[in-house]
């Protein structure tokens, strides 16, 4: 049986640096956090324009699905997108008509701009189709307009006809 007879404890350096790079860990973080929030694409003033950039987004997202709402200017006219495509093909019992956003994140997020006065505006490409249960028929795709006014606080979506 052995005795542990000396005192001596090296525990105190560790400790010492064990609080050092605890330190400089929260403070790379602290560094990281604020550089990623200057350089976050989606950020905005939401005083400014009424909503945030994220929220406009996410609103125009919605009207684009809402097939029932969503109008096609055309000729100075807004025609429901839903008369427009029963005109050349009625739709069927079990047909839903489907309208999505075409474009990748970052390419909706560089054409979301700010409208003088206060607002936002965006204009990507929606693709059109038409969902029989399995089966989904590619109608096409129209460019859409989505607009928000700051005075209003309204979000509105038109889809344009080509050459329009």
């Not at 007879?5 to 400089?24: E, K, P, Q």
């Not at 200057?38 to 609103?59: H, L, M, Q, T, V």
Request: net charge negative; proline share 4%; hydrophobic share 40%.
């Amino acid at each position: 049986m052995s005795k542990h007879t000396t005192s001596t404890s090296h525990g105190g350096a560790g400790r010492a640096l064990l609080w050092v790079a605890i330190l400089l860990t929260v403070a790379l973080l602290g560094f990281v956090t604020a550089t990623a929030v200057r350089a976050n694409p989606i950020y905005s003033d939401r005083d400014a324009n009424g909503i945030s950039k994220y929220k406009f987004i996410e609103a125009c997202k919605e009207i684009a699905h809402d097939t029932e709402e969503l109008t096609v200017g055309a000729m100075g006219q807004a025609i429901p997108l839903k008369t427009l495509v029963e005109q050349s093909s009625p739709l069927k019992a079990g047909d839903e008509l489907h309208a999505g956003i075409e474009a990748e994140p970052a390419e909706i997020i560089k054409a979301t701009q700010t409208v003088e006065g206060g607002g936002w505006t965006l204009t990507a490409p929606v693709t059109i189709a038409v969902h029989s249960g399995e089966r989904v028929n590619t109608l096409g795709q129209l460019p859409m307009a989505c607009s928000h006014d700051k005075k209003t606080g309204k979000t509105t979506a038109t889809l344009n006809l080509p050459g329009q």
